[in-house]
């Protein structure tokens, strides 16, 4: 399968010929394929939020290529333009974002500068806001009014309403409550399959990752050292753990079983279902 | 035992248009012991910021009322008394830095409580070396990770000599790394200086850490008591939006599926060595 | 990007002019000033220029910094030069078209308006590049408290200064941050006419501005949690004291603008 979004070599120097040079991305090659759910997890400062603000052309390259459908976004002004509409990109905190008087309007800002005709303006908002649970009576409202959750769906849903076949998100449970991050995350989930959409989670949780996602890519130091289906990442627990990002804890319990020496066959368990198949099986008699 | 703060059937409700007539805090009784680590824990909107608001009177009871060392925090004459028994952490460390040089936000409150020069600069270096900046003394604070950016709010407030220091959801904004450090750095407070540590947070490994887990949920207490025994009451905590550590819902689930395990592993290791014992069994 | 921007930017080192007393730089600057509009010819303006330039070597402040910082004055700078070149009307007439009339008069304050300037900017500059700002407001404070007697807030508005310094970083970062997210979604901030590019600023300032007063909210309750209780009965880590090298600095400083005036108003120079 072709990749819907991908980087080549893909490098990022900030503040290039001062004291303060810094190097954010050093070749790096990146893919999203279509309909996958990608996780990106590093440390503050690994060059996470560089990448993925490459990923829809709010960085220029310093070099190297950003391809969405196999064309370089960079192709033209109009090119980059659409990359904005066609990968969504949710920012840290978006609900410090939000700007206008009532929250259909600001879920409609999006749509708007796509320049869609009102009806299908009305169609966008209404389903996006649909997608992170807000209620019809909450559209008229100024956002100001809501809590700290709802208005980080109001900006969710602002971008979820342009219908990106890529939508980013990054760190979009941070600083929330556990009821409200199931609930975002089950939003996430929900637009990825009704729209058959490309998600790339950034988020610094590795529970979180284990759960959502079907491949993690690891960036630690403007490099992607590894990256696979979450068994593969969480099996360089020692490598992970030295770039400051560890492991879910239920791995880590079933590292210290293996280590105690039970016969546990399974090398990477690293969601809660599974470790309680592969616990309850052991005790049936058969080897997990 | 001593109590540092004592919140007698405190009750309180926000006055504004928004969150009108809303009981946020609903006949909460709780007192503090002096060097204990509380972990107060709740969702958004339980009513433990407004706790923490009131335990150095920047909020003020409506009903009931609340002593810091013995003074009522409604005594205003004994504001600056509160306050320097009491110290407070916000979530944002942004917004509670004042000055532009690391050292000099330190100074603040010494500064503030008239303490003579000589003895601030020893405060300052002193309080900078306890969380592990030192070598940040002379730099600007906007240029520091959020890990150390708090910190260094921690420290501003250690400078005063607080006997008690309240965090709001101090790791809300911060990486893993810097959530490691603080957490750390806070637990230090209490087991080297004998500080007070009231603990907000709605993250159940930071809450585990305490000596005593209080649960909020709409204004009331709804669970008090050690981490260990607070989290195994999970059907509890599952009702107010609240989930407990990995290790402890692992071993829940196994109880589910017919296991009768103890419910009280609240680290990896612990939680290795109630499965392996069941097993050997 | 917006992080470049070095106005107003403080470079920490250890040099007799960054070890000077705040006090004394910005007398010195005063002083400097008042010497910069009494200068009137060659002479008055070289002496001042021979005080700035030691001042920079001195400072080891970069004469590239130095350049740097008047990148945003350079419209300001070309915009007098030429409205001060018309103005003239004395000496030797050396261009007439229609009412506007080019004169070596004019010519030549012209070109003294554009070394004022000019030197003016790069004074004030290196105050503030090798002073921290919180000894500047410290150094203010300090030599405006006597209006205290005549009810001027002087410990607050220092307060307010000091505060406003250290939330100019936090607020680019901010701004930088909400245009991002912003054009994330499509906004164009950087085509169409005066009216649509004013109109584009709208989901930016309302963000901004909505946090701001939210960190301002944030910070005074944090500041009131720190006993902050007013200027009264509060300390200082640091003391300003005036060194030797303090009176010295002012002697000289005062011996150039005597000198200056002298020039000036007893030999018309």
């Given amino acids: 399968m072709e990749p819907i979004l991908e980087t080549r070599g893909l490098c990022c120097v900030y503040s290039q010929g001062t004291p303060f040079q810094h190097t954010a991305l050093d070749h790096v090659d990146f893919q999203a394929y279509p309909g996958e759910y990608v996780g990106i997890i590093g440390h503050t400062g690994s060059g996470k939020s560089t990448l993925i603000q490459h990923l829809n052309g709010l960085l220029k390259p310093t070099d190297g290529q950003v391809l969405l459908h196999g064309k370089d976004i960079w192709e033209s002004k109009a090119s980059v333009r659409q990359a904005k509409f066609h990968v969504g990109l949710v920012f840290q905190y978006p609900e410090y974002q939000l700007f206008e008087e009532t929250v ?64 980013i998100l990054d760190e979009p449970t941070a600083g929330l409550d556990p009821a409200a991050r199931d609930a975002i995350l089950a939003n996430i ?20 990752v284990a759960r959502s996602v079907d491949r993690i890519v690891v960036v630690n130091d403007a490099v992607i050292p590894f990256s696979g289906t979450p068994r593969e990442v969480f099996s360089h627990s020692d490598e992970l753990r030295k770039m400051g990002l560890g492991i879910p804890q239920v791995t880590q319990v079933f590292q210290r079983l293996r280590e105690m020496g039970m016969p546990i066959e399974d090398d990477c368990v690293y969601t809660m279902e599974d470790a309680v198949k592969a616990l309850l099986e052991l005790r049936k008699g058969g080897r997990a | 035992m001593n109590h540092i703060i004592e919140l007698d059937n405190v009750s309180f409700r926000y006055t504004d248009e928004e969150r009108q007539g809303r009981l946020v805090l609903d006949g909460v009784t709780l007192a503090i012991a002096q060097g204990s680590f509380v972990a107060v824990l709740g969702h958004n909107g339980s009513g433990k910021s407004t706790l923490a608001k009131h335990m150095n009177a920047i909020l003020l009871p409506a009903g009931g009322s609340v002593y810091v060392d013995g003074i009522s925090t409604a005594d205003e004459e004994r504001l600056l008394d509160i306050r320097r028994t009491v110290g407070m952490v916000f979530q944002n460390p942004d917004n509670q830095i004042v000055a532009n040089v690391v050292e000099e936000d330190v100074a603040f409150a010494p500064e503030n409580l008239g303490v003579p020069s000589e003895e601030i600069r020893r405060r300052v270096d002193a309080t900078l070396k306890l969380v592990g900046m030192s070598k940040y003394a002379k730099h600007a604070p906007h240029r520091l990770s959020g890990g150390q950016k708090q910190r260094i709010a921690i420290a501003g407030v250690i400078a005063m000599h607080p006997r008690c220091i309240v965090l709001d959801e101090p790791t809300a904004m911060l990486d893993p790394i810097g959530r490691e450090d603080v957490l750390r750095t806070i637990t230090r407070l209490n087991r080297e200086q004998g500080i007070t540590v009231v603990l907000i947070t709605h993250h159940m490994d930071e809450a585990a850490r305490a000596d005593r887990l209080v649960v909020m949920n709409r204004g009331k207490v709804i669970q008090d ?57 | ?129 090798t ?12 030599l405006l408290s006597p209006l205290k007697k005549v009810k001027v807030p002087v410990h607050e508005l220092a307060m307010m200064m000091s505060i406003a310094l250290r939330f100019i970083p936090t607020l680019i970062e901010e701004t930088d941050k909400i245009m991002s997210a912003q054009k994330a979604r499509g906004a164009d901030f950087d085509s169409g006419n005066l009216l649509d590019k004013a109109k584009a600023l709208v989901p930016l300032l309302v963000p901004l501005f909505v946090s701001a007063f939210r960190r301002a909210d944030e910070l005074a309750t944090a500041m009131e949690c720190r006993c902050y209780h007013g200027g009264e009965g509060r300390t200082r880590l640091r003391q300003l004291a005036y060194a030797g090298i303090d009176w010295a600095a002012l002697a000289i400083g005062g011996a150039v603008l005597v000198a200056v005036c002298v020039l000036a108003y007893g030999f018309g120079w």
Wanted: charged content about 20%; glycine content about 8%.
């Fill in chain 1, 104 to 167: 259909y309007q600001d879920i409609a800002f999006g749509p708007k500068n796509m320049k869609l005709s009102t009806d299908e303006i009305d169609r966008r908002v209404r389903q996006a806001a649909g997608f992170v649970g807000l209620r019809e009576d909450q559209l008229q409202k100024s956002p100001f009014e809501l809590s700290g959750g709802q208005k980080r769906r109001v900006a969710i849903a602002g971008v979820i309403a342009m219908e990106p076949e890529v939508l």
């Fill in chain 1, 189 to 208: 989930r929900d637009y990825q399959q009704s729209n058959n959409a490309t998600i790339i989670l950034v988020s610094h949780s590795m529970e979180e």
């Fill in chain 2, 225 to 281: 008591g050690p981490p260990r025994e607070v989290f195994q009451q999970v059907e509890a905590l599952k009702a107010v939006g609240l989930t407990v550590p990995e290790t402890v819902e692992l071993l829940y689930r196994l109880n589910q599926a017919g296991e009768r395990l103890p419910l009280d592993a609240l680290s990896v290791e612990e939680c290795a060595k109630v499965i392996y014992q069941a097993y050997q069994a």
């Fill in chain 3, 1 to 129: 990007m917006l992080k470049d921007i070095t106005l107003g930017q403080y470079f920490p080192g250890n040099t007799v002019v960054h070890r000077l007393d705040p006090r004394t730089k910005i007398l010195l600057v005063l002083v400097y000033i008042i010497a910069l509009f009494q200068a009137k010819s060659f002479v008055s303006y070289g002496i001042l220029l021979v005080f700035l330039l030691v001042s920079v070597r001195l400072s080891k402040v970069g004469a590239k910094a130095l350049l740097r910082g008047m990148k945003p004055v350079v419209v300001i700078l070309i915009f007098t030069g030429i409205l001060n070149l018309f103005y003239g009307t004395t000496g030797r007439e050396l261009f007439h078209w229609g009412i506007l009339t080019i004169t070596t008069g004019g010519v030549k304050t012209a070109f003294f308006m554009i070394v004022r300037i000019l030197m003016l900017i790069s004074g004030t500059f290196l105050l503030t590049y």
């Fill in chain 3, 131 to 142: 002073t921290s700002p919180i000894l500047l407001t410290d150094g203010l404070e300090n």
